[in-house]
């Protein structure tokens, strides 16, 4: 249960602290006061949206906190274990709205706002003013069924099944499609590969070619300079070796009589044997110069060939080998693809008898909630003063024909919630066969059968607290009498928490409160006020009566109070 809701900041709430006991909890008070800022705030402690337009004027952030008295739920124990909060019998839920965002806190731990969601979600089930609105679209029908229990691990199941489907049929649509593309890429493949296969690429054949036409392209330059060279120690005149001979002689003589000579006799002696080497490798090297024409002929029309294919692929030479490789892997799998597509085929085939096992489990299961919920709404309608109801809940299979599975020899469209079409049909008045909710209930059944919906959920799911904003509308009288006891009645599976306009409803609290907008000179506040025994009789007696309160509806008020409290 709420133990204490904190608000500060919060629209036109500067600060307030208020405290909620067990069994039925009624915010009453005139329209306007702030009963809706209220359930704003609460919201945004369940990790709902928040916009920060409800910071109040000159506040740098809106803060909203509930301390609330949760017991030993393991489904809770284990979220808050993963996301390292310490859990207690009490849990602390805090929210901050800044204008520069959000924070959220659990025990004082921050969290992120889908941790505070999801925690909230199985501590408190609020259910504003239009939610009973959703029972007139049908898309949400299935959601109703769903929130059962025992349909939970029916689901979770189909849905394992129906992603591995969802992935095979990807992978075939993904592999006929490229079937399709290489179909229409293969000639054009075929040739690219005889082509590059015919040119016999190799990484490093341009440098080669480079390499040898170079000295192809230079054999006469390179034999007239090697002769240059042999001239020079072959000459009629006094040739370098010679005179290099001579110099010798000469630094011999004067190094015997000069020590200083003999660097430069060793600097000439080592230029006598390059000078030796380099001419006799000018003479060897002559012998081996190629003059070949029709070679150099040919190695320029291989590397004209060579431009021309990495010009027409817009690739250099090892890229075309690469590109090569690929194309001739495509292929491959082109040449393979009519067994791949039959692999896939089976795979889809025996998945989707796996799939089609896993709807039919769904589908009965809903069928049997369905039903069990239909008798259960009935018995609670008959004590909201719906006596005569009738309610189906049609489980239908999604036929069409480009469906996964088969069902009774007819395909089946799958999704991820199901193969099932849901929908809610009632009937209200004696006689009548049911109908679409849209079309039979009025504004006051429809909050009934949420009621009656939300009581059996309650029972179901165990949740300690829920809020009930104006479930009351459109009833009044003695309808709403009986609302009232069942609220009452569902009081004591759970803490209720509930706003209302009913003095038939505020009569049966078990906690009353009154929400109320205060001015003074400055500013507009709203409070809540917990009423004594005294105070709670007089709210009861304004419901009735208006503003001005008369003996006669005090007197009255005690009757209603006396008459629902004592007597349930």
Same mark, same amino acid.
């Given at each position: 249960m709420i133990q204490s809701l904190y !608000?500060?900041?919060?629209?036109? @709430?500067?600060?307030?602290? #208020? /405290?909620?006991?067990?069994?039925?909890?009624?915010?009453?008070?005139?329209?306007?006061?702030?009963? /809706? !800022?209220? @359930?704003?705030?609460?919201?945004? !402690?369940?990790?709902?949206?928040?916009?920060?337009? #409800?910071?109040?004027?000159? /506040?740098?952030?809106? @803060? /909203?906190?509930?301390? @609330?008295? #949760?017991?030993?739920?393991?489904?809770?124990?284990t979220l808050l274990s993963e996301n390292e909060v310490e859990f207690g019998e009490y849990l602390i839920l805090r929210r901050e709205i800044r204008q520069t965002g959000s924070r959220a806190f659990i025990n004082d731990t921050p969290v992120n706002i889908g941790v505070l969601k999801s925690a909230g979600d199985l501590l408190v089930d609020l259910h504003g003013q239009h939610d009973h609105q959703l029972l007139l679209k049908e898309e949400n029908h299935r959601g109703v069924i769903d929130s059962f229990g025992e349909i939970e691990p029916v689901l979770l199941t189909y849905q394992k099944e129906y992603q591995k489907m969802k992935e095979l049929q990807k992978e075939l649509s993904s592999l006929k499609k490229r079937e399709s593309e290489l179909q229409e890429k293969t000639e054009l493949y075929r040739f690219q590969v005889k082509e590059l296969e015919e040119a016999r690429l190799s990484p490093e054949e341009e440098t080669e070619l480079e390499s040898e036409m170079n000295l192809l392209d230079n054999a006469e330059v390179l034999d007239q300079k090697a002769a240059s060279i042999a001239e020079l120690a072959e000459s009629d005149d006094a040739s370098i070796i010679q005179l290099l001979n001579h110099l010798k002689l000469n630094l011999e003589d004067l190094a015997r009589i000069e020590p200083e000579f003999e660097n430069y006799l060793e600097e000439i002696n080592a230029a006598r044997v390059s000078v030796n080497e380099a001419v006799q490798f000018a003479e060897r090297y002559r012998n081996n110069i190629e003059f070949n024409p029709s070679r150099l002929e040919e190695l320029r029309q291989r590397q004209s060939e060579l431009n021309r294919l990495q010009k027409k692929y817009q690739r250099d030479i090892p890229e075309l080998i690469n590109y090569l490789g690929e194309i001739q892997r495509e292929l491959s799998i082109a040449d393979n693809f009519d067994l791949e597509i039959a692999k896939i085929e089976k795979a889809v085939s025996d998945q989707a008898s796996i799939l089609s096992k896993s709807a039919v489990q769904l589908h009965n299961a809903r069928v049997k909630v369905g039903t069990e919920l239909a008798v259960q709404i009935q018995q609670e309608l008959s004590k909201l003063g719906i006596g005569n109801s009738k309610m189906d809940v049609r489980v239908d299979w999604l036929f069409d024909n480009n469906g996964w599975i088969m069902v009774d020899g007819q395909p089946v469209d799958c999704t991820e919630i199901g193969a099932d079409d849901i929908r809610i049909f009632i009937s209200t008045n004696k006689g009548e066969e049911p109908k679409p909710l849209a079309k039979i209930a009025s504004g006051g059944e429809i909050s009934r059968v949420m009621l009656a919906l939300k009581s059996i959920l309650a029972k179901e799911q165990h949740l300690p607290v829920m809020i009930f904003d104006e479930i009351d509308t459109g009833i009044s009288g003695e309808i709403s009498e009986k609302v009232g006891k069942a609220m009452r009645s569902l009081s004591e599976q759970c803490q209720i928490v509930a706003i209302t306009h009913q003095p038939q409803i505020a009569s049966q609290a078990h906690h009353h409160y009154k929400v109320a907008k205060v001015e003074d000179d400055a500013r507009t506040t709203t409070q809540i006020i917990p009423l004594s025994q005294e105070e709670h009789i007089r709210e009861v007696a304004g419901l009735m009566s208006g503003a001005e309160i008369s003996e006669s509806a005090l007197n009255s008020a005690k009757e209603l109070i006396e008459r629902n409290t004592y007597t349930n």
């Amino acid at each position: 249960m709420i133990q204490s809701l904190y !608000i500060k900041d919060f629209a036109l @709430i500067d600060e307030l602290e #208020v /405290s909620f006991g067990e069994g039925l909890n009624i915010l009453t008070g005139q329209t306007g006061a702030g009963k /809706s !800022i209220i @359930i704003g705030a609460l919201n945004m !402690i369940l990790g709902e949206r928040a916009d920060t337009d #409800v910071i109040r004027q000159g /506040s740098e952030k809106a @803060i /909203s906190e509930a301390t @609330i008295r #949760v017991g030993d739920d393991p489904e809770l124990k284990t979220l808050l274990s993963e996301n390292e909060v310490e859990f207690g019998e009490y849990l602390i839920l805090r929210r901050e709205i800044r204008q520069t965002g959000s924070r959220a806190f659990i025990n004082d731990t921050p969290v992120n706002i889908g941790v505070l969601k999801s925690a909230g979600d199985l501590l408190v089930d609020l259910h504003g003013q239009h939610d009973h609105q959703l029972l007139l679209k049908e898309e949400n029908h299935r959601g109703v069924i769903d929130s059962f229990g025992e349909i939970e691990p029916v689901l979770l199941t189909y849905q394992k099944e129906y992603q591995k489907m969802k992935e095979l049929q990807k992978e075939l649509s993904s592999l006929k499609k490229r079937e399709s593309e290489l179909q229409e890429k293969t000639e054009l493949y075929r040739f690219q590969v005889k082509e590059l296969e015919e040119a016999r690429l190799s990484p490093e054949e341009e440098t080669e070619l480079e390499s040898e036409m170079n000295l192809l392209d230079n054999a006469e330059v390179l034999d007239q300079k090697a002769a240059s060279i042999a001239e020079l120690a072959e000459s009629d005149d006094a040739s370098i070796i010679q005179l290099l001979n001579h110099l010798k002689l000469n630094l011999e003589d004067l190094a015997r009589i000069e020590p200083e000579f003999e660097n430069y006799l060793e600097e000439i002696n080592a230029a006598r044997v390059s000078v030796n080497e380099a001419v006799q490798f000018a003479e060897r090297y002559r012998n081996n110069i190629e003059f070949n024409p029709s070679r150099l002929e040919e190695l320029r029309q291989r590397q004209s060939e060579l431009n021309r294919l990495q010009k027409k692929y817009q690739r250099d030479i090892p890229e075309l080998i690469n590109y090569l490789g690929e194309i001739q892997r495509e292929l491959s799998i082109a040449d393979n693809f009519d067994l791949e597509i039959a692999k896939i085929e089976k795979a889809v085939s025996d998945q989707a008898s796996i799939l089609s096992k896993s709807a039919v489990q769904l589908h009965n299961a809903r069928v049997k909630v369905g039903t069990e919920l239909a008798v259960q709404i009935q018995q609670e309608l008959s004590k909201l003063g719906i006596g005569n109801s009738k309610m189906d809940v049609r489980v239908d299979w999604l036929f069409d024909n480009n469906g996964w599975i088969m069902v009774d020899g007819q395909p089946v469209d799958c999704t991820e919630i199901g193969a099932d079409d849901i929908r809610i049909f009632i009937s209200t008045n004696k006689g009548e066969e049911p109908k679409p909710l849209a079309k039979i209930a009025s504004g006051g059944e429809i909050s009934r059968v949420m009621l009656a919906l939300k009581s059996i959920l309650a029972k179901e799911q165990h949740l300690p607290v829920m809020i009930f904003d104006e479930i009351d509308t459109g009833i009044s009288g003695e309808i709403s009498e009986k609302v009232g006891k069942a609220m009452r009645s569902l009081s004591e599976q759970c803490q209720i928490v509930a706003i209302t306009h009913q003095p038939q409803i505020a009569s049966q609290a078990h906690h009353h409160y009154k929400v109320a907008k205060v001015e003074d000179d400055a500013r507009t506040t709203t409070q809540i006020i917990p009423l004594s025994q005294e105070e709670h009789i007089r709210e009861v007696a304004g419901l009735m009566s208006g503003a001005e309160i008369s003996e006669s509806a005090l007197n009255s008020a005690k009757e209603l109070i006396e008459r629902n409290t004592y007597t349930n």
